[in-house]
């Protein structure tokens, strides 16, 4: 993203949170990043256009907050407790913006901005999906859909707590605890051999039909730049082994999961390397 666009998005977010988006006008977001309405209109097609990116810039800031972590351990329950440390702290940070959100029903329902907010969730899901099955392995295969959204409403829990009540909570206390009370939430499944309410076909039905699509395609031309510009060797071949695969009619898991630990071991192709992970919990 373009250093101007960055500046109007920080500006434009604080006066959001300050007044509100609806009384918010364009002029004086313009006036506030000392450029003209014009010059604020090349860069963006309108305040809807405008919240859009703020929406989609500020949630890639958290998943690279969050996937910078994987390097910080090889124990898979360290790397959960300190990604969901950062998931609160980041959406702590933007306190004010999100009660104006929630105060205004701000963001307006555009087919763009559902879209994207549909994608956002299914993220979450395969996040939270790909760390339990990551922590507790294939015996919670079946009851892991069911564990993954009683993960994120525990989440969503502590984060109303520290949003609309200002509480003062510890955020690495509350990723611990929310970590053992998922044991315990496992422990239950597995000593009762209780039945998941929602299954895997369930979850089928909810995700978008064309999210996996979508994200391949996303998935093929960030590979395609990697190999373009990488310098690299083994990043450039690497990329170059994954774009056959993902061209196949049946991508082998087994392949893409060598080549994508490659990715992983370099921060510039970092990020593509999260979303084939994402990608593979998704089919």
């Known amino acids: 993203m373009e250093e101007k666009q960055v500046h109007i998005i920080e500006q434009a977010s604080r006066l959001f949170a300050n007044k509100g988006f609806s009384s918010t006008s364009v002029q004086e977001i313009a006036a506030e990043c000392g450029m003209s309405k014009g010059a604020f209109y090349l860069q963006f097609k309108s305040k809807d256009a405008l919240l859009y990116t703020l929406l989609e810039y500020y949630w890639k800031q958290i998943q690279h907050r969050v996937h910078t972590i994987h390097f910080i351990s090889d124990d898979p329950r360290e790397r959960f407790t300190e990604q969901i440390k950062v998931v609160i702290e980041e959406i702590a940070n933007h306190r004010e913006f999100i009660i104006m959100q929630v105060r205004e029903q701000a963001i307006p329902f555009n087919d763009t901005i559902e879209t994207f907010i549909k994608k956002m969730r299914t993220y979450g899901f395969l996040f939270y999906k790909k760390h339990l099955l990551d922590m507790y392995g294939d015996k919670v ?33 509350i990723a611990k605890a929310i970590l053992k009370r998922t044991d315990y939430l496992i422990e239950g499944f597995l000593n009762h051999n209780d039945q998941p309410v929602i299954t895997e076909s369930l979850i089928q039905q909810i995700i978008p039909a064309d999210f996996a699509s979508n994200q391949q ?16 060797a083994e990043l450039s071949d690497t990329a170059d ?25 370099h921060t510039s192709s970092f990020d593509v390397a999260m979303m084939i992970r994402t990608y593979c919990t998704s089919y």
């Open 141 to 173: 295969e079946t009851y892991v859909s069911e564990m993954a959204l009683l993960s994120q409403s525990l989440i969503r829990t502590y984060i109303d707590l520290i949003i609309t009540d200002n509480a003062e909570l510890d955020y690495l206390d």
């Open 241 to 265: 082994v994954l774009l056959e695969e993902f061209q196949r009619e049946t991508p082998r898991k087994a392949v893409i999961n060598g080549m994508t630990a490659n990715l992983e071991k």
């Open 217 to 232: 395609i996303e998935i093929i031309e960030r590979l395609k730049e990697i190999k373009a510009e990488e310098k690299e």
